[in-house]
């Protein structure tokens, strides 16, 4: 059995935490074989991957307790902890592991999921087209399929009417789940995500919570 923590960070409430950008902390999980949290990072999760074709257990989806003042049917993210919660009734919710903005893009605030889509077109934005010469070679969009980064499914988030370019989708990289690893989109395995997505109304509310981070512009 697997465990994961956020060193120096704790569990947030529902809200939305204020402050300035800061480097966030190393994640870890709980090894039962050798009863000892080790750090959890891209070369270890690669590993772990390729050893076991799944991801550790804290980061696989589960039902699992959870209290919460929001209605069945809310999404609360926890970036810190790297958990997406579905929340459902009678005091539950169906956790699934996440990936995370990377240092310098992670983002807390109130949304919405303003579309859906299956197999999804994949549009860089035009900070991502300028920085990245990968995803400029797609600025006039990636026709969504197995290779696409978006994944099998993807919800769109909006703020009022406004798509905030932020999604919450599969990957081709499954390995990345519970790391920080993206440019802002909360990054989920194919199945999960596609778990979700038939679970989810548009219009659903999204709570993205994660400590230090930027509040996004409007929320």
């Given at each position: 059995m697997t465990r994961?923590?956020?060193?120096?960070?704790?569990?947030?409430?529902?809200?939305?935490?204020?402050?300035?950008?800061v480097a966030l902390a190393q994640t870890q999980i709980y090894d039962a074989r050798t009863k000892k949290w080790v750090n959890y990072d891209k070369k270890k999760a690669r590993q772990y991957f390729a050893r076991n074709n799944q991801l550790p257990e804290a980061f696989r989806r589960q039902v699992v307790p959870f209290r919460t003042?929001?209605?069945?049917?809310?999404?609360i993210i926890d970036g810190n902890q790297h958990f997406l919660y579905l929340?459902?009734?009678?005091?539950?919710?169906?956790?699934?592991?996440i990936g995370v903005g990377r240092e310098g893009f992670g983002w807390a605030g109130i949304v919405r999921v303003g579309r859906t889509a299956e197999w999804p077109t994949w549009t860089p934005p035009a900070e991502m087209v300028a920085r990245d010469p990968n995803a400029a070679k797609w600025a006039a969009g990636m026709p969504g399929g197995p290779d696409n980064p978006l994944g099998a499914r993807a919800l769109y988030l909006y703020e009022g009417d406004q798509d905030t370019?932020?999604?919450?989708?599969?990957?081709?990289?499954?390995?990345?789940?519970?790391?920080?690893?993206?440019?802002?989109?909360?990054?989920?395995?194919n199945d999960d995500v596609?778990?979700?997505?038939?679970?989810?109304?548009?219009?659903?509310?999204?709570?993205?919570?994660?400590?230090?981070?930027?509040l996004y512009k409007g929320v």
């Amino acid at each position: 059995m697997t465990r994961a923590r956020k060193l120096g960070l704790v569990m947030l409430a529902a809200g939305v935490c204020l402050g300035p950008l800061v480097a966030l902390a190393q994640t870890q999980i709980y090894d039962a074989r050798t009863k000892k949290w080790v750090n959890y990072d891209k070369k270890k999760a690669r590993q772990y991957f390729a050893r076991n074709n799944q991801l550790p257990e804290a980061f696989r989806r589960q039902v699992v307790p959870f209290r919460t003042a929001e209605k069945p049917g809310t999404i609360i993210i926890d970036g810190n902890q790297h958990f997406l919660y579905l929340v459902q009734p009678g005091g539950q919710a169906i956790r699934y592991g996440i990936g995370v903005g990377r240092e310098g893009f992670g983002w807390a605030g109130i949304v919405r999921v303003g579309r859906t889509a299956e197999w999804p077109t994949w549009t860089p934005p035009a900070e991502m087209v300028a920085r990245d010469p990968n995803a400029a070679k797609w600025a006039a969009g990636m026709p969504g399929g197995p290779d696409n980064p978006l994944g099998a499914r993807a919800l769109y988030l909006y703020e009022g009417d406004q798509d905030t370019i932020y999604r919450i989708h599969g990957t081709v990289e499954p390995w990345t789940i519970g790391l920080d690893v993206s440019s802002g989109c909360i990054r989920m395995n194919n199945d999960d995500v596609t778990d979700l997505h038939s679970r989810v109304e548009v219009g659903a509310k999204v709570i993205v919570l994660m400590q230090g981070a930027a509040l996004y512009k409007g929320v």
